[in-house]
């Protein structure tokens, strides 16, 4: 059995997943795990349907790109995926999706401030619009490393969709429906007109630092992958 066996399968069974809950559609979006102890990553192949997917359909690639297991092209976004295990050692899993909500927040530039408790726990202390770049360019996957240092789980990317990160795919997975909640309740607020509230800075101060703790265990690989 190949040793990438385990995070190919929890990668097909994350994409499934997030297909029947709306988050990713037919073949759009693409997720990675990174592979522990080497500098590689399994990731979702190229424009392939995910009801169809098994796990021999996934790719495991090294940091350079080059192909250490799999026979499908893998996904054109691979470079962006790379390039945030590059630049996080505490991102054990990366979702990028075109889920509705957070993609509206796209198109109108509006950035996600610290509107809950939940979100600031798990997302940071805000979801910030990363400026547009063409899919699958150099472009785009240098503006999102620039971004990504601020040690935030969530990202809108302009005119494109959302990038969540995790300590495992879990948890990716599980950003995906926090930040959708709060894209959702975001955009309702900015429909009344009316003034939107934010949590008070020292209870954000508070949950951030919670996340900021979990990062740190996860860079010493002494995050649990069940979560909490
Ligand atoms: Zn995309």
Known sequence: ?????????????????????????????????RIAGQNAFAVTPSNYDYGKMTPDDVCVLDFDLNVIEGALKPSVESALHAGVYQTRADVQAVVHTHQVYA???ALINAPIPALFDEQVR?????VEIIPYAPSGTGFLKNAI????????????????????????????????????????AYLLA?????????????IREIAFAKLRKDQKKAERGEMSTSGE
């Open 145 to 184: 490393v620039k971004h990504i240092k601020n040690h935030h789980n969530a990202y809108i990317l302009q005119n494109h969709g959302a990038l969540c990160f995790g300590h495992d795919v879990e948890r990716a997975a599980h950003n995906v429906e926090i930040l959708e909640k709060c894209a959702l």
């Open 1 to 33: 059995m190949s040793p990438y066996q385990l995070p190919k399968q929890q990668i097909v069974e994350t994409a499934q997943s997030l297909v029947e809950k709306g988050y990713l559609m037919a073949t759009g979006g693409n997720l990675s795990i």
């Open 122 to 126: 798990f997302l940071g202390r805000s």
């Open 103 to 105: 993609s509206t927040l």
């Open 190 to 202: 900015l429909c009344t007109e009316r003034q939107t509230s934010q949590i008070p800075l020292p």
